[in-house]
């Protein structure tokens, strides 16, 4: 018994060092990656690359529709697919009948997610901009991204709303609410964590996508207002950190919007946490 119970305890301490060792090489990659790109761009980062526009003629480089596009496409793309993920997620948590028909859909959101972004490009080029009409712009790279991120909103609203207890509805209903107001006043305010950190998932693979936008947003790097960024060519900030590293050679200024990439995903996922902890209350 003793000799089985030293075993154990050196099992144990040697699967907690692992574990412990694990978790560090994580973390030390994390930082180290972090570390390494604020190091080479933070200090390109200047007040004339954030305010103006690239000028071939002036030979200067500016990022600023680049932001502004990007902002516009998280806008575009998150207006439309809200809706659409969270209304799904609600009809197959709480509506749904059949069993059959939640799997099928489950079945088909999860294909979704594991599409390669460079096929959702292709496709959203051949029915938004081929087959509609569209052109190249934020309108038809919103659109395309609304597919790509459709199957992250439903997963994750849906387990939420599935978190909530059995009985916060069963009570709501025993008091005379109807269906749809112990949904809409009982089950999503309690789910409103996970819709929350679906957005934020949502808006993280938006801000790093790159691929489908290219043949869908396109390579733009002139400023346009909003409107006119919906049917013209619009490059957003990792469109343009690929144009300036690969095909202009200009590193300095890609590591200056990778910096600048990560300084936005932390505000907007900062801002998203502070909404959502305000909804809660």
């Not at 997620?89 to 599409?115: C, D, P, W």
């Not at 029915?127 to 919103?142: E, N, R, V, Y």
């Not at 505000?267 to 909404?275: D, Q």
Request: net charge positive.
């Amino acid at each position: 018994m003793q000799k089985l119970s030293f075993r154990r305890s050196c099992y144990d301490k040697v699967l907690k060092f692992f574990l412990y060792l694990c978790a560090g090489l994580t973390c030390a990659l994390l930082l180290f990656v972090i570390g390494y790109i604020f190091y080479r761009g933070l200090g390109n980062v200047t007040w004339d690359l954030v305010s103006s526009q690239t000028s071939y003629l002036k030979d200067t480089i500016g990022i600023l529709p680049n932001i502004l596009n990007t902002l516009y496409i998280i806008l575009v793309s998150m207006v439309i697919v809200l809706p659409l993920g969270v209304g799904a997620a609600i009809y197959l948590t709480e509506y749904a009948g059949s069993r059959k028909v939640v799997a099928v859909i489950e079945f088909a959101s999860e294909t979704l997610t594991g599409i390669p972004s460079i096929i959702y490009g292709l496709v959203g080029m051949l029915f938004f901009t081929q087959l509609l009409g569209l052109k190249q712009g934020i309108l038809a790279g919103g659109l395309t991204l609304v597919i790509m991120i459709l199957p992250t909103i439903i997963r994750t609203t849906q387990e939420s709303l599935k978190t909530v207890p059995q009985s916060y509805r069963e009570g709501a209903l025993a008091l005379g609410a109807g269906k749809w107001h112990m949904v809409r006043t009982v089950v999503l305010p309690n789910a409103v964590d996970g819709i929350v950190t679906g957005c934020i998932l949502a808006i993280g693979r938006i801000v790093g996508e790159s691929a489908a936008l290219l043949f869908t947003a396109g390579f733009g790097l002139v400023l346009n207002d909003f409107v006119t960024s919906l049917q013209a060519s619009s490059a957003t900030l990792t469109v343009a950190l690929y144009v300036y590293a690969s095909e202009r050679g200009e590193m300095d200024v890609a590591f200056a919007i990778a910096a600048i990439l990560m300084l936005l995903t932390l505000i907007i996922n900062l801002s998203a946490a502070f909404v959502g902890r305000k909804l809660k209350k």
